[in-house]
């Protein structure tokens, strides 16, 4: 094994996890392979083979934006034990009833959405557990590991389950599955619970809309989102319709199409192994390149007569997947705020594993107009496409991207007991600006606003003084007093220097803050505790909890000032216009 990959193996819990997920992920194989081969004996249909295979994915369609929130806002070991619990039972149920003789198409069909309601809830915590096992700097590698872990299981997992099937059949395929379950079980009971705590609490469907607009803030991480989507619609095919051109095109049983599936496993296997070189070698491309050659071997698969030239370009697919999965998953792990980890990584299992189903529909359905060869050819020619496409986006490679930092300058620990009610809160910020310098303003506002909008606010505005012109208000809102202390924790190095720039557009004694609070009239008698309120922000503003109320601080030049922060904004861009137009 790469010295690399092998750092994080030294760390005892990371390396039992590690270990369990290789038994698991083989059972995982074991399981795909069953089902799918069972669906087919059953039914002949491309259709239902694609519904299997979309079962096990598609409530991440309706389940991944709380799953993420789950993961930041519980205890991610005990969420880990019941997602584990709940895909454990799925897979009993199918090998009882399989064992049985009892099986039906739509009874396999609720066991696979029941394994898929557990594994919707389990990816988010899986990947946000990883920085908490390792250390940042080794998070690339860890994530690489899981690929290995995951394609050393498909390189033997699938090749043992299509034997098993052809042996033993598909129940007893499900029974080895859900053996496998207990270990990732042991290992997960045995962390201590309390060091699983979340890193806040809130309302869940408040963390939602928070996560979603820390995304929708976040250029870098939109990119990257769009990108996984893209690559999930179009490369689907390539292992939903596999089963069918190996029986119509190939005319081969299950055993070559577990063998096939092999190849990729072994590829990806490769794959892991030599992201680290490609990336040196392409840089901010090698998710371009990865896509677009995988988009090509899919064709070639579509196209390929024989089975040793199919099992050639299955490997060269699972190759360039695994350098493009595994670059978008530790790019994104690694832009991420720990507040917002969880949630970033639910809208990326979204955006790749939720698309992945309406994909598999979708080659289903093609394949039923023109056969599943030129089914594939089509949509893996379009991953093509858009892996050329790609190469020109503003996609950050994993190098350009450094993980956010905590102010060094600014204790962010919250001082003071108080709880406070009410809300929302409207935080009111006047400037007195030099006109002559309108423009610098503006163009700190729109970065300011990014800042807001990703940290907690739902709303900005800026608004104009109609009795003096020179006289700015930025007024941004947010759900509750608490949510505005937390705005305060979740700003990192880069947001207190657009904050610090912002400020320095101010020629009087300001800018001046103000925040109002909004509470409910029932009860005229009821006064808030504007005592506790006032004491507990001043300790906020004034302590060291945020950012000073005026900072002396002067830029070295407004344009020089702002293309130093988005340099160093992770996910950045050097280059990036600084013009925008006032609403």
Same mark, same amino acid.
């Given at each position: 094994?790469?010295?690399?990959?092998?750092?994080?193996? *030294?760390?005892?819990?990371?390396?039992?996890?590690?270990?369990?997920?290789?038994?698991?992920?083989?059972?995982?194989?074991?399981?795909?392979? /069953?089902?799918?081969?069972?669906?087919?004996?059953?039914?002949?249909?491309?259709?239902?083979?694609?519904?299997?295979?979309?079962?096990?994915?598609?409530?991440?369609?309706?389940?991944?934006?709380?799953?993420?929130?789950? /993961?930041?806002?519980?205890?991610?070991?005990?969420? @880990?034990?019941?997602?584990?619990?709940?895909? @454990?039972?799925?897979?009993?149920?199918?090998?009882?009833?399989?064992? /049985?003789?009892?099986?039906?198409?739509?009874?396999?069909?609720?066991?696979?959405?029941?394994?898929?309601?557990?594994?919707?809830?389990?990816?988010?915590?899986?990947?946000?557990?990883?920085?908490?096992?390792?250390?940042?700097?080794?998070?690339?590698?860890?994530?690489?590991?899981?690929?290995?872990?995951?394609?050393?299981?498909?390189?033997?997992?699938?090749?043992?389950?299509?034997?098993?099937?052809?042996?033993?059949?598909?129940?007893?395929?499900?029974?080895?599955?859900?053996?496998?379950?207990?270990?990732?079980?042991?290992?997960?009971?045995?962390?201590?619970?309390?060091?699983?705590?979340?890193?806040?609490?809130?309302?869940?469907?408040?963390?939602?809309?928070?996560?979603?607009?820390?995304?929708?803030?976040?250029?870098?991480?939109?990119?990257?989102?769009?990108?996984?989507?893209?690559?999930?619609?179009?490369?689907?095919?390539?292992?939903?319709?596999?089963?069918?051109?190996?029986?119509?095109?190939?005319?081969?049983?299950?055993?070559?199409?577990?063998?096939?599936?092999?190849?990729?496993?072994?590829?990806?296997?490769?794959?892991?192994?030599?992201?680290?070189?490609?990336?040196?070698?392409?840089?901010?491309?090698?998710?371009?390149?990865?896509?677009?050659?995988?988009?090509?071997?899919?064709?070639?698969?579509?196209?390929?007569?024989?089975?040793?030239?199919?099992?050639?370009?299955?490997?060269?697919?699972?190759?360039?997947?695994?350098?493009?999965?595994?670059?978008?998953? *530790?790019?994104?792990?690694?832009?991420?705020?720990?507040?917002?980890?969880?949630?970033?990584?639910?809208?990326?299992?979204?955006?790749?594993?939720?698309?992945?189903?309406?994909?598999?529909?979708?080659?289903? #359905?093609?394949?039923?107009?023109?056969?599943?060869?030129?089914?594939?050819?089509?949509?893996?020619?379009?991953? $093509?496409?858009?892996?050329?496409?790609?190469?020109?986006?503003?996609?950050?490679?994993?190098?350009?991207?450094?993980?956010?930092?905590?102010?060094?300058?600014?204790?962010?620990?919250?001082?003071?007991?108080?709880?406070?009610?009410?809300?929302?809160?409207?935080?009111?910020?006047?400037?007195?600006?030099?006109?002559?310098? $309108?423009?610098?303003?503006?163009?700190?506002?729109?970065?300011?606003?990014?800042?807001?909008?990703?940290?907690?606010?739902?709303?900005?505005? $800026?608004?104009?003084?109609?009795?003096?012109?020179?006289?700015?208000?930025?007024?941004?809102? @947010?759900?509750?007093?608490?949510?505005?202390?937390?705005?305060?924790?979740?700003?990192?190095?880069?947001?207190?220097?657009?904050?610090?720039?912002?400020?320095?557009?101010?020629?009087?004694? #300001?800018?001046?803050?103000?925040?109002?609070?909004?509470?409910?009239?029932?009860?005229?008698?009821?006064?808030?505790?504007?005592?506790?309120?006032?004491?507990?922000?001043?300790?906020?503003?004034?302590?060291?909890?945020?950012?000073?109320? *005026?900072?002396?601080?002067?830029?070295?030049?407004?344009?020089?000032?702002?293309?130093?922060?988005?340099?160093?904004?992770?996910? #950045?861009?050097?280059?990036?216009?600084?013009?925008?137009?006032?609403?």
């Amino acid at each position: 094994m790469a010295p690399a990959l092998a750092r994080p193996l *030294a760390l005892p819990r990371f390396r039992a996890l590690w270990v369990a997920s290789v038994f698991s992920n083989v059972g995982g194989f074991f399981q795909a392979v /069953a089902g799918a081969w069972l669906m087919l004996d059953m039914t002949g249909s491309p259709v239902w083979v694609s519904a299997m295979a979309a079962s096990t994915t598609l409530p991440l369609l309706f389940l991944a934006l709380p799953s993420g929130a789950l /993961a930041d806002l519980a205890n991610r070991r005990n969420v @880990l034990l019941a997602t584990q619990g709940t895909m @454990l039972a799925a897979v009993v149920g199918m090998a009882v009833v399989a064992l /049985a003789g009892l099986v039906t198409p739509p009874l396999l069909l609720a066991f696979g959405l029941l394994l898929g309601v557990g594994s919707a809830f389990n990816a988010p915590v899986w990947m946000s557990m990883v920085p908490d096992l390792v250390p940042r700097e080794l998070v690339p590698d860890a994530v690489a590991l899981n690929s290995v872990s995951f394609n050393a299981a498909r390189a033997v997992g699938p090749a043992l389950g299509g034997l098993v099937v052809a042996t033993a059949g598909p129940g007893v395929a499900f029974g080895i599955n859900a053996f496998t379950y207990l270990g990732i079980l042991a290992v997960v009971a045995s962390f201590p619970a309390a060091e699983w705590a979340p890193h806040e609490e809130a309302h869940m469907s408040r963390a939602i809309a928070a996560g979603v607009r820390y995304a929708r803030f976040s250029p870098a991480l939109l990119w990257l989102l769009g990108i996984s989507a893209g690559f999930a619609l179009t490369s689907a095919s390539l292992q939903v319709l596999l089963p069918n051109v190996t029986r119509d095109s190939l005319g081969r049983g299950a055993g070559t199409y577990g063998l096939l599936l092999g190849a990729m496993g072994l590829g990806a296997l490769a794959g892991a192994f030599t992201r680290a070189r490609a990336t040196a070698g392409l840089g901010r491309h090698l998710v371009a390149a990865g896509i677009a050659c995988f988009g090509a071997a899919g064709v070639g698969v579509g196209l390929s007569p024989v089975v040793w030239m199919t099992a050639l370009l299955m490997g060269l697919a699972g190759v360039v997947w695994v350098w493009a999965l595994t670059t978008l998953n *530790a790019t994104i792990q690694t832009l991420s705020h720990d507040w917002v980890r969880g949630r970033a990584l639910s809208l990326y299992t979204l955006a790749f594993s939720g698309v992945w189903p309406l994909g598999s529909l979708l080659a289903g #359905g093609v394949a039923d107009a023109v056969g599943a060869d030129w089914a594939m050819v089509t949509l893996c020619g379009a991953a $093509l496409l858009l892996g050329v496409g790609a190469w020109r986006m503003p996609i950050r490679g994993i190098a350009e991207v450094h993980a956010p930092e905590i102010p060094q300058d600014y204790d962010l620990t919250p001082h003071g007991d108080a709880e406070l009610a009410g809300g929302p809160v409207l935080v009111l910020n006047s400037w007195t600006i030099d006109e002559s310098r $309108l423009e610098g303003f503006l163009e700190a506002m729109a970065e300011l606003r990014r800042v807001r909008l990703r940290t907690g606010a739902f709303r900005w505005r $800026l608004y104009r003084h109609f009795e003096d012109p020179r006289r700015m208000t930025e007024a941004f809102s @947010l759900d509750s007093w608490e949510e505005h202390l937390r705005q305060h924790r979740r700003i990192d190095a880069v947001d207190v220097e657009v904050i610090r720039w912002a400020r320095s557009f101010d020629v009087a004694d #300001g800018p001046t803050a103000r925040h109002l609070v909004g509470f409910e009239v029932v009860d005229p008698r009821h006064r808030p505790d504007w005592e506790d309120l006032i004491v507990h922000h001043r300790q906020v503003h004034e302590e060291g909890h945020g950012i000073p109320l *005026a900072p002396a601080w002067e830029p070295p030049g407004e344009k020089r000032a702002v293309a130093e922060v988005r340099r160093a904004q992770p996910g #950045g861009d050097e280059s990036a216009h600084w013009r925008i137009t006032p609403r």
